[in-house]
């Protein structure tokens, strides 16, 4: 798919999908697993959707290289739809759409109207969730904006493009601009193409997992590459051993941490690690995603800060996406921004860029009040004598380094974890817990 990286004017512009497939021995099933379940790469459910109604009306054609045989493009070719769509015609609009399944099933219309539309598509547009797919680009453009701290208004699309910077950009780095945001379809998938973008130029050398990650995020670092060394307790004494490490001649590609940590919310010592860092020329990739950049300034102690926007950015549960920024003023700031001219592709589906820009229209008001519900939660808990221990930022050990990279009218965050004195008490405590109950956090709900 191809859609330009500035604004679209045209309001017809026209999407050009491409589905491609990777064919593999039955032997390397479980290579090919390992990517599908860690990289965080992948189509999304709403391309897949649309993709599916375009092969149905048979309006994706196979492309081949010069030795692909005639016999293969044939077979290959679906043969659903009328015979004008299957002939050169390679891009379409979605709104032009029209989609006519069997007569023994109901007859679904994507069109512009509101007459015959899809139930969902109905409930979507009827909230305003669902903008023209021609505004996907500009939509991209709002989010680079919003993510960098350039734009915190609750306006709408068109609004925001007109408006000039924040009179007080939320991550105050000088250098720092929207080009320096790229955005991918999930958070994994920008730690995933991080960790291979500084292995291109920085060669094979093993990373340092500090802290207790996303499992994702360690299963990267170990299995892409020559591994990592996993501090899991992210302690003063990990870091102690690290410099040991280095000062002996040990060389690292990067340290990865993620502010705060999860499920403890423990802050690492981010000013030592920069300064371990600088002396011994190790890269610092940051996960912001539970701190959040309206409550913490981690960039200046990163080279890079990757967050998942499925999260708190987007706050509705309805659409993945992930970021990374990089830090102007890193030492490895030209080499990074050399390998993503050659490297870099935006695989962020145009539907998925829309419904992630409306949802985080409100992300600085709806950060506000998660900070006041979740801090008003922890002190009703650590109230509580059925309550061992609450994990918060503002009630660790760890505070002083979240502090340390806290913003003015920052707070602590949306997540926090409990322990109870005992199993029957934890039990009792989640199935009376009257909220919704799923693996996931940053929702603009209470989820457990």
């Known amino acids: 798919m191809g859609i330009p990286n500035g604004r679209i004017k045209d309001k017809e512009a026209k999407l050009k999908p491409v589905v491609s497939a990777v064919l593999f021995p039955r032997t390397h099933h479980a290579v090919a697993k390992t990517f599908w379940q860690h990289s965080g790469e992948g189509i999304s459910s709403r391309r897949a959707e649309f993709f599916h109604k375009a092969f149905d009306d048979g309006l994706l054609l196979v492309t081949a290289d010069e030795n692909t045989e005639p016999s293969v493009v044939s077979s290959l070719m679906p043969g659903k739809g009328p015979r004008r769509y299957q002939m050169g015609r390679s891009s379409y609009s979605p709104h032009q759409i029209q989609h006519h399944r069997d007569k023994d099933q109901s007859i679904v219309k994507v069109t512009a109207g509101a007459e015959g539309k899809e139930y969902v598509q109905f409930v979507e547009e009827r909230f305003g969730r669902n903008l023209d797919m021609s505004l996907a680009a500009n939509a991209k453009l709002a989010i680079r904006r919003r993510i960098v701290g350039a734009l915190t208004a609750d306006v709408e699309l068109h609004e925001a493009l007109q408006m000039t910077k924040a009179s007080a950009m939320m991550r105050h ?80 590609l990067a340290l990865f941490c ?165 199993t029957a008490e934890a039990v009792t405590f989640f199935d009376h817990l009257e909220t919704a109950k799923g693996p996931s956090l940053g929702t603009n709900f209470t989820i457990r």
């Open 173 to 252: 780095l000088k250098g720092l601009s929207e080009n320096d945001v790229y955005l991918y379809p999930a958070g994994m998938s920008a730690l995933f193409n991080l960790h291979r973008t500084m292995m291109i130029f920085r060669g094979d050398l093993k990373s340092v997992c500090y802290g207790f990650p996303y499992i994702d995020t360690l299963k990267i670092l170990e299995k892409w590459g020559p591994g990592c060394l996993f501090y899991g307790h992210g302690s003063s004494a990990d870091l102690d051993d690290l410099e040991q490490r280095c000062k002996s001649g040990e060389r690292f």
């Open 258 to 422: 993620e502010f705060p940590g999860n499920p403890l919310l423990k802050s690492p010592d981010l000013r030592r690690i920069r300064s371990l860092a600088d002396r011994f020329g190790f890269a610092v990739i940051i996960d912001e995603t539970i701190g959040n950049f309206l409550n913490v300034h981690v960039l200046p102690f990163a080279d890079v800060v990757v967050s998942s926007l499925t999260k708190v950015f987007s706050g509705d549960s309805n659409v993945m996406g992930g970021s990374a920024i990089l830090n102007p003023q890193g030492f490895y700031y030209q080499q990074i921004r050399k390998i993503m001219v050659e490297e870099y592709e935006d695989n962020l589906w145009a539907e998925d860029a829309i419904f992630l820009e409306r949802n985080s229209r409100d992300f600085v008001s709806r950060i506000e009040r998660i900070n006041l519900n979740a801090e008003a939660i922890c002190l009703t808990l650590r109230a509580s004598s059925a309550v061992k221990a609450v994990y918060y930022p503002k009630f660790n050990p760890s505070r002083p380094f979240y502090d340390n990279c806290r913003n003015p009218n920052g707070g602590y965050g949306g997540l926090l974890s409990v322990t109870f004195h005992s």
